[in-house]
């Protein structure tokens, strides 16, 4: 009887550590998947942002700036949310940004941005390592005090007026063509006024 009671106690031992070992293994997992599931959402999100950033620039450089806020600000979120591994990825991201911000013009910008997003993306599908991304921040490393240089600054500053001038003569016109039409009209009216008279 002995034997079988030490048979079932071992037997019993045996099951509770493959249970433990499963238990383990499953959250082990579950953490893994989701830590992958938070990273690719927060991919997306810079991707997603990047090409909104491209659409705005699009639409003239007046509404890309606050695209380029927008990128800015999720970078924080990046990086907390990218395992330390991958570290070397955001800071690769916050360079480009800064190198965005840097483009005299918006058609350099959108190059730019295309390349953030594309690199971004080989590296989601595994196509890029993040050994990349290390060794492009050991040749261009990011600058936490860098500001464009005031030549940038003022063609940045010189195409927004450009688009603003644009902008304003086109409504100018609108407005010029709509106030003479409108006289035209009022003429019309007086003049058949004074004919029923």
């Known amino acids: 009887m002995e034997a079988t009671a030490y048979a079932s106690a071992i037997a019993a031992c045996v099951a509770v550590v493959v249970t433990l070992a499963l238990y383990w293994y499953s959250v082990h997992r579950e953490t893994q998947a989701s830590a992958k599931r938070n990273r690719d959402a927060m991919v997306e999100r810079v991707i997603a942002t990047g090409e909104t950033y491209v659409r705005k620039i699009a639409r003239g450089p007046l509404q890309s700036r606050s695209a380029q806020l927008e990128l800015a600000l999720l970078l924080p979120r990046l990086v907390s949310e990218l395992p330390a591994e991958d570290g070397a990825v955001a800071r690769w991201v916050a360079r480009q940004v800064q190198l965005v911000s840097a483009q005299p013009t918006s058609k350099r910008a959108v190059r730019e941005s295309v390349n953030i997003t594309s690199k971004l993306i080989e590296w989601k599908q595994g196509k890029a390592e993040t050994a990349w991304f290390v060794e492009a921040n050991q040749r261009d490393p990011f600058d936490a005090g860098y500001r464009p240089t005031l030549s940038v600054r003022l063609r940045q500053a010189g ?35 004074e004919g029923a008279q």
């Not at 039409?181 to 006024?193: M, P, T, V």
């Open 159 to 193: 195409e927004v007026a450009g688009h603003s001038a644009v902008y304003t003569a086109a409504g100018m016109t609108v407005l010029l063509a709509g106030w003479t039409s409108i006289r035209a009209w009022r003429a019309d009216l007086n003049k058949q006024g």
